[in-house]
């Protein structure tokens, strides 16, 4: 990209759309703690509200510095240490966490490609965007298939862990393989009551329609002219598009997917590029400070959160 016209449009950007943006979608984030919190109301009471916000920032803080997602292993180690929760708990939550973000992305993305009246092959990244959605739609079903069978009929699931585990692991390992397993189930609970799951449904729909709430001011900030269902669309290809492991904060793959989504709008790469460092930049810095700030607040030390993965092996 030529840095010049890069800093021009940067420079020209209206402060006002920008920052209501950065306030949508930092608000996203506490009610993804309410979520949370149904989540893990399997443990008993429902946990207190204060505790589960450090942890949530501090674990997108966390995906914000750290390579290869770490921030979700740091967000359930963060949540043992404030709560007292189970380690494999708080992880089975946060994984089921991903599945109905998955299932609801791919509910908005049907949505987006309706309301944009895009043809069945228009593609993106050489994937067309009824492929994007069929197959994500097939690949979460399953895993929330699996996570159902798990809930409502654990006996067969968990004879069969207990066999494997004692004939392949020496004793005192197997039976913290099966105490880990047993705390995971705990994590899915919340799947086996309907009003529970609906009610988390609710709050995930909130969750990313407040993001790409954020992401329509943002185009407003930079004078991109698109429809609404724009916002919808590039929300759910860049949650797709990041979903993998990769770079601290997602730097590059979120560059990367709006320049090509937004393409499809007749958006020069230029502009596109520029509006996603500036958006991507603008959101990035309140969550990492408010991650910093908390974990300050919970006696942790960023240091702590590289050793999140044992947390698993030190659970039983």
């Given at each position: ?13 209206h ?136 809930v ?18 020496p004793?005192?390992?197997?039976a ?29 729909f ?16 930079f ?67 408010l991650?910093?700030?908390s ?22």
């Amino acid at each position: 990209m030529d840095l010049g016209e890069l800093w021009a449009r940067l420079r020209g950007v209206h402060v006002l759309p920008l920052l209501a943006a950065v306030v949508v979608v930092t608000l996203s984030f506490p009610v993804r703690t309410i979520r949370w919190r149904y989540l893990l109301r399997s443990e008993g009471s429902a946990l207190p509200f204060a505790p589960l916000w450090h942890a949530t920032a501090i674990g997108f803080m966390a995906n914000n510095l750290l390579p290869a997602r770490a921030g979700e292993l740091a967000r359930a180690y963060a949540a043992r240490k404030l709560t007292g929760v189970r380690f494999s708990t708080a992880f089975a939550s946060i994984a089921v966490e991903r599945v109905l973000d998955g299932i609801t992305l791919v509910a908005l993305l049907t949505v987006a490609i309706w309301a944009g009246g895009f043809a069945p092959g228009t593609a993106v990244g050489g994937l067309t965007l009824v492929g994007v959605a069929r197959g994500a739609g097939i690949f979460f079903s399953v895993l929330l298939a699996v996570a159902l069978f798990l809930v409502h009929w654990p006996g067969p699931a968990m004879r069969m862990a207990r066999r494997t585990s004692h004939a392949v692991l020496p004793q005192r390992w197997a039976a913290r393989a099966m105490d880990f397993l047993e705390g995971m189930l705990w994590g899915l609970d919340a799947l086996r009551r309907p009003t529970s799951f609906l009610v988390v449904m609710f709050w995930s729909f909130a969750v990313w329609l407040m993001s790409s709430a954020s992401l329509w001011l943002a185009f407003l900030a930079f004078d991109i002219e698109v429809p609404w269902s724009a916002a919808l669309l590039l929300q759910c290809l860049i949650s797709f598009g990041v979903a993998l492991p990769s770079s601290p904060g997602f730097f590059g793959p979120f560059e990367a997917v709006t320049r090509v989504t937004l393409a499809l709008y007749g958006i020069e790469a230029g502009r596109a590029v520029s509006y996603a460092l500036g958006y991507h930049f603008s959101t990035f810095v309140p969550i990492t400070v408010l991650g910093i700030w908390s974990l300050s607040r919970a006696h942790l030390h960023l240091a702590d959160l590289r050793a999140a993965e044992a947390e698993d092996n030190a659970d039983a």
